[in-house]
């Protein structure tokens, strides 16, 4: 039975298996196009197993921003997944502290959705989904590195347009679907506007801008646009799934 649940979580998880392997493969070249070194995005694929905070913490590192800069804002933007595993252990009924702890690290977005639409979870279940996944995202580092060498860097740098590309796919859902997130993200945009481009304020803010922009943002629209308790169920999670 444990065996049948293990590859039923591999089977179930085949979608983001694919879905990250892609785009791992285009975080392997965006990696080589700023000339970093690819062992160590191989090693950041496989400590951090997180797709947006990946993207954003290579674009920092290549523009020289300082790693407590970096570290705040990947925990900040990470943050998310504090309740995604709060509502995930719910279902961990037949599950220890320590493999609670052990499974926390591959709650991502999509195995969060995975998870919590499971009737049962089970551990074979979420292990088999859960390494499937990890093993596509950290494949596909890995190809993305391989296949650096051997693509002209013209593309390999025309690759780097995928960031903003994600960065549209995540937000236009939002904004079109609920002008509270579109009002959020205008507040986000002109805190981020003024930080950099205000004589002064941009010398002394530097490259906390982003992290300002974030909490400012997330402050502001939470007062001026707040979503109604219970307005966010795991049904909407689903559906843009």
Known sequence: MKENNFFKGVKAATPIFLSYFSISITFGLIVKSFDL????????????????????????????????????????????YFLMSFCVSQKMTNFNLIEKLLFSFGITDEIFVLSTTQENLSKSFLLG??????????????????????????????????IYIMYLTL????????????????????????????PFINEIVGNFRIILSIILSAIVASIIVPIEENSYEVEEVVNEY
């Not at 905070?53 to 804002?73: D, K, L, R, Y």
């Not at 390494?131 to 596909?140: E, I, Q, R, V």
């Not at 937000?171 to 679907?177: E, R, V």
């Open 37 to 80: 070194n690819g062992v160590l995005a191989i090693i950041m694929s496989m400590t951090n197993f997180t797709g947006a905070t990946q993207f954003i913490s290579v674009n920092m590192i290549a523009n020289g921003i300082g790693i407590i800069n970096i570290a705040i804002t990947t925990f900040i933007i990470n943050s998310r």
């Open 129 to 162: 989904a859960q390494l499937y996944s990890y093993f596509g995202w950290t494949a596909g580092t890995i190809v993305g590195i391989i296949l650096a060498s051997f693509i002209p860097m013209q593309i390999i740098e025309a690759a780097a347009i995928s």
């Open 171 to 198: 937000l236009l859902p939002k904004i079109t679907s609920n002008s509270k997130y579109l009002i959020a993200a205008i507040i986000s945009i002109m805190f981020s506007v003024f930080f950099k481009y205000t």
